[in-house]
């Protein structure tokens, strides 16, 4: 069966500092993968996605970006983390592009103080 | 316009109840449609695909109507543990994956 890991599970960065956020995906190949962010008492909002390997999508322009470096690897970064990065930070993943359901990881809690 | 639209609530129902949420959603190229379920500081669950044909998973029943726009999911004889935030989510078939609605928070009381 398919598994979805994220970590750090919480973080708390100071404004300014580095980002590096981790997604594996294991028990499938070539999946699409899916960064979203959730603000506090807001919707999911799509920040990335990647359909294979070097390939990113970013929906939203901002001081994050995102890497595909492995198959089913996923990471999400930043040179210099903002108040407003805070918010849990979700990685999913698709067996293909667009109608698929995804299936999400645990999620990683931000808070940037 | 918003794409996915839902009614926040809270809902508070009664344990055994039934309750029924809607969805519209703006964008009639739609083609997949799904419920989710958020508990409280968790990552999203899939509940159930939404078909055309309208499909049924236990105490859960979820419909489509397509000329109105809108989707449904109905829970019969509610439990404590359907206390959550259920999320409406629509693709319209671009490589972009899904649009999440901001969900409706249901609370069910003893």
């Known amino acids: 069966s398919q598994t979805i890991h994220q970590w750090p599970a919480t973080l708390v960065q100071p404004v300014g500092s580095p980002l590096s956020l981790e997604c594996t995906v294991e028990?499938?190949?070539?999946?699409?993968l899916y960064w979203y962010r959730q603000a506090a008492g807001r919707g999911l909002q799509l920040l990335f996605y990647s359909v294979g390997i070097g390939q990113i999508s970013s929906e939203v322009p901002q001081n994050l970006s995102a890497s595909r470096p492995q198959d089913r690897q996923f990471i999400l970064s930043s040179k210099k983390l903002l108040l407003s990065d805070s918010g849990f930070y979700l990685c999913a993943w698709s067996q293909g592009p667009g109608g698929y359901e995804q299936y999400f990881g645990p999620g990683t809690r931000l808070t940037v103080t | 316009r918003k794409e996915v639209e839902q009614d926040p609530g809270p809902f508070n129902v009664p344990e055994g109840a039934t309750v029924a949420f809607n969805c519209t959603y703006s964008n009639s190229a739609s083609q997949s449609f799904f419920w989710y379920r958020q508990d409280c500081r968790k990552e999203p669950k899939l509940l159930m695909s939404v078909y055309s044909s309208g499909n049924e998973d236990g105490r859960f029943t979820a419909q489509l109507n397509r000329a109105s726009q809108y989707i449904s999911l109905l829970i019969r004889d509610s439990k404590l543990s359907d206390s959550a935030t259920y999320l409406c989510v629509v693709n319209a078939g671009g490589a972009d994956g899904l649009t999440f609605g901001k969900g409706t928070h249901l609370i069910i009381q003893p």
């Open positions: 028990g499938t190949s070539n999946p699409n």
